[in-house]
């Protein structure tokens, strides 16, 4: 079977790691070829600002695969170019790019997308996120047939993952990216025996994933505790949760829920100890372990205390509630 791979982040570089030959997640069948790998075009990043490959183009390009990064995949030329190589199987998984319906149409047996979500809940640009935002017990991994929707497609397998209360988005993302690439590996053979069962997607069950923005990071004290932990363990790694003391923007890194009664005002500092500032909310406390401070590196409490034993203050200290839904990010 001639297989085009198509990923960019480290999310895809898992999946296309399970499908190679000489890996150590690989269960690779002879019967698969990897042909070509599509990936993103190669970004500018750090300081320098010097053009950096994906992860999907690194790992290919160390097991001397055919890379193309292409701007748009909308053109007859990168249609054609496609087509060129006759894919039995085109696999999608975090490629970034739309493929239109020429596209999804030139491998014999489709396209197929590696989802990090148990659809029909959180289609989508941030399934991870908002499911553990949500308060969601449970994901996984869902294998779909791609048609021209958004994450609409037939579902040919699901894997399923718990969510546990120490998660954040990015301990779920590495566990769903091992999943996904194992999810893949038990797919492949069903597809080559033509053992496979598509199950349409109940519509009436979706929900939708939205991209993530830094003004929605912004920790709301009016919340509940708990609503307030999984924000701070769902913004992880990025934009990160954050919150306003005077002028000052403070990321929060870690937390934890506290179930404590008081009749403080949200938002209202309670207590510091060694370990976390004890903060008011609408229910309960929060108690926050690791911060960053404007242009400082994120640190324990107990260290920034060290450094700030003045700064903050039970009883005086607050920490400002959002103004408006629509606030941006200062």
Known sequence: MRIVFAGTPDFAATSLAALLPSTETS???PDIEIVAVYTQPDRPAGRGRKLKPSPVKALAETHHLPVYQPVSLKTPEAQAELAALKPDLMIVVAYGLILPKAILEIPRLGCINVHASL???WRGAAPIQ?????????????????????DTGDMLLKTHCPIMATDTSATLHDKLA????????????QLLHGTLDATPQPADQATYAAKLSKAEAQLDWRQAATVLDRTVRGYQPWPVAWTQQGDDVIRV??????????NAEPGLLLDVEKEGLIVACGSGCLKLT????????QMPVTALLNGHPDRFIPGETRFALPSAPDETYP
């Open 253 to 262: 890194w870690a937390a934890q829920p506290l179930d404590i009664e008081h």
């Open 119 to 121: 659809l029909p809940r």
């Open 130 to 150: 908002r499911a553990l935002i949500e308060g969601d017990t449970e994901t996984g991994v869902t294998l779909m047939q791609m048609d021209a929707g958004l």
């Open 290 to 297: 690791q911060l960053q401070l404007p242009n400082a590196k």
């Open 27 to 29: 269960q690779a069948s």
């Open 178 to 189: 091992a999943q996904g690439g194992e999810a893949l590996q038990q797919l492949l053979p």
